[in-house]
């Protein structure tokens, strides 16, 4: 037998008012609607509930066994609802999103502020983390979208190009690489380098790209983030490959940009999410605000 919750609903309301009158007016119902409520729910269970005088509603024994259990279905049934509806206003007031950290600190300050005046109130969560954990977090539902590497990805992932940028050599403003137009990798055999972990889409990249050419490099120390290896360039430790956007973020007096040739690495940035699930509407405009930049330039 179907679930007749409204039947319930009516029972109840009728059973702890004593009259169909209050019923009816509480249920925001007319008496001839209840009425039809009541009918079908007592056909459906084979059984009379209610029995009704001219001046009062009595229950039957059939209607005092059920009631109690029709009490606890309905409070639980109402607290689910509720529940469910607190999830979804707080869903609806917190977004959360991946977004590699050059592209965070570069456009996410101004991208959040134009974003709050239009989702006043909303929060926003920011995996600013490599672009395999950005990914894990799309694909486990934890981000709505990322801002990461285009790569290959899981058939239930998709992702949508947006920027390109090139690679380049970072070294101090001193250096005689820091007067040159472009240096080749080849130029940079004897020159100690600072390589990044193999767990950011960067190094695969640029792995890729060098073949076994990047054996013959003197790739001598390893780190995890760019800003540590920007920070041993400036000690004049060695030189580091990142890219571009991440020298000018960093904004930092004595460091150099210097375009690299034969081969140019270059990574391609792009929205990524999950393939057929629909962003919430807040997090849908946030993306559209950083399409419209990245695309842009701006």
Known sequence: MRFDFLGLQAFLSIAERGSFQRAAAHLNLSQTALSHRMRKLEADLGVKLLTRTTRQV????????????????IADISTALDDLRQHGRARAQRIAIGCLPTIAIQYLPRLLQEFSRLHPGTAVKIYDNSASEIAAHVHAGAAEFGITIVSASSWDLEIKP????????????????????????SDLADTPLVRISQQTGNRALIDDALGSRRESLDWRYEVQHVATAVSMVLAGVGMTVVPR????????????????????????????????????????????????????GR
């Open 245 to 296: 956007l991440a020298v000018d973020v960093m904004g930092t007096p004595g460091l150099a940009a210097v375009p690299l040739e034969r081969p140019s690495v270059a990574r391609t940035i792009g929205l990524l999410s999950r393939r057929g699930v629909p962003l919430s509407p807040a997090a849908d405009t946030l993306a559209e605000l950083i399409r419209k930049h990245l695309r842009t």
């Open 162 to 185: 947006l920027l390109k940028e090139a690679f380049v050599l970072a070294c101090p403003a001193g250096h005689p690489f820091a007067r040159q137009k472009a240096v080749r990798w």
């Open 58 to 73: 009595a229950l039957s024994p059939a209607g005092l066994e059920l009631l109690p259990k029709a009490r606890r279905i």
